[in-house]
C-alpha cells in the first residue's frame, strides 16, 4: 500500500467527470487500498479516486469513532436511486479544500446502490453522517466540491484561503531549507 497526494482546489482535476469502472480487478482494489490509507493518513472520513488524480467512479470510507475497530467501506460506480425530501445541515469538510468548514444541508437519507471490494452488488439507506459522507463523495465523481454548494462568495474566498496558506507552506519550507544550509556551513 502507499500514501498518494491529495489533489486540493484550484486543481482543475478535481473537476473532472469520473468514468464507471468496468471491471473490479486486483489493479482496482490496490487503487482502493491506496486511497484507504491516504485516506486514514491525511486523516479524513472518505476519499474519492478524483481526489487522488484516477478519474474513476471508485470512493472509500471509514466512519468509525474514535476507539471503535477500523469500518472500512469501498463503492464502486455508486448510484444515488431516491433521496428523502427531509434534510440535515452539517458542518462539512474536504481534503481537497483543506481548512474550510461550512454547513452543507442535503437530503438525510438516500437510498444507495453500489459495488463492494469484491464486485458484488449492494443496496441499501445510508442515513445521517453516512448519506452526507455518501452524498459529498458521489459530488467528487461529478467533479462537484462541497464548497460548489456555497455562494460564490465563500466559494472564492474558500478556494483563495487554500492558496495563500499553500504559499506561506512553501515559503516556510524554503526558509526551513536555507535555515539548515546556512547551519551546515558555519
Ligand atoms: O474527512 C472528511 N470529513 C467530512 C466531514 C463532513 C462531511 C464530509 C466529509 S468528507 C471529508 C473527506 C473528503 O474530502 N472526502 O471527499
Ligand atoms: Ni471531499
Known amino acids: 500500500m502507499a500514501i498518494r497526494d491529495i489533489l486540493t482546489v484550484p486543481n482543475p482535476v478535481l473537476k473532472q467527470v469520473s468514468e464507471p469502472v468496468d471491471t473490479v480487478d486486483d489493479e482496482l482494489r490496490r487503487l482502493m487500498d491506496d486511497m484507504l490509507e491516504t485516506m486514514y493518513a491525511a486523516p479524513g472520513i472518505g ?20 476507539g471503535e475497530p477500523p469500518a472500512p467501506k469501498y463503492f464502486i460506480n455508486p448510484e444515488i436511486l431516491e433521496t428523502d425530501a ?27 446502490r453500489y459495488l463492494d471490494y469484491d464486485g458484488n452488488p449492494v443496496e441499501e439507506w445510508a ?5 452526507v459522507c455518501v452524498q459529498h463523495e458521489m459530488d467528487h465523481l461529478d467533479g462537484i466540491l462541497f464548497i460548489d454548494h456555497l455562494s460564490r462568495l465563500k466559494r472564492e474566498r474558500a478556494v483563495k484561503k487554500v492558496q495563500k496558506a499553500k504559499a506561506d507552506e512553501a515559503v516556510e519550507r524554503t526558509s526551513a531549507e536555507v535555515e539548515k544550509a546556512a547551519t551546515r556551513s558555519l
Not at 427531509?86 to 438516500?110: F, H, M, N, Q, W
Open 86 to 112: 427531509e434534510t440535515l445541515p452539517y458542518e462539512e469538510g474536504c481534503l481537497s479544500v483543506p481548512e474550510i468548514y461550512d454547513e452543507i444541508a442535503r437530503p438525510k437519507r438516500a437510498r444507495i
Open 127 to 131: 442515513e445521517d453522517l453516512y448519506a
Open 47 to 66: 476519499l474519492a479516486a478524483i481526489q487522488v488524480g484516477v478519474a474513476k467512479r471508485v470512493i472509500v470510507m471509514d466512519l468509525a469513532g474514535k
